[in-house]
């Protein structure tokens, strides 16, 4: 028999205390991510918050410097937002890897794929010809 993970995590006192960690701090990225511009919060990930101090991990330390900068008002939104706490500590995490997010794939007008078609079946066997087929496929 089978049990979710969850279930099993909330049996166990000291799992429980873990995931209750973890989604405190999904729920403290998720603040995080709304407080802050979306260029560094990208870069960025919270890994803690330890007497107010919100420790963030970014990617690079130019993201570093800016959050420095606008840290004071990050900790405004957030205190606004519900969230206690009273200061962030930016860490430069060279092996965070930044999540890759592929861009939504882009169609095509009816329209405009018809006026590519009509342009294609003017031209002579070129490698433009070629592409022009590829690129309505």
């Not at 973890?22 to 990208?42: C, G, I, M, S, W």
């Not at 960025?44 to 991990?57: H, K, P, R, W, Y």
């Not at 969230?83 to 009816?110: C, D, F, M, T, W």
């Amino acid at each position: 028999m089978t049990q979710p993970i969850k279930t099993l995590l909330n049996a166990n006192s000291e799992f429980k205390a873990i995931l209750q960690k973890t989604h405190y701090l999904n729920a403290l990225q998720a603040q995080f991510v709304l407080a802050t511009p979306p260029y560094l919060a990208q870069c960025s990930q919270v890994t803690g918050l330890q007497f107010g101090t919100l420790s963030i991990a970014t990617s690079n330390a130019t993201a570093a410097a800016k959050l420095k900068q606008l840290a004071p008002e990050i900790v405004n939104q957030l205190k606004n937002q519900g969230a206690e706490v009273s200061g962030l500590r930016i860490k430069v995490q060279v092996s965070y890897l930044v999540p890759v997010v592929a861009p939504p794939p882009r169609h095509l007008s009816p329209t405009a794929q018809h006026a590519i078609q009509q342009l294609e079946a003017t031209l002579s066997d070129t490698p433009l010809k070629a592409a022009l087929h590829k690129f309505i496929r």
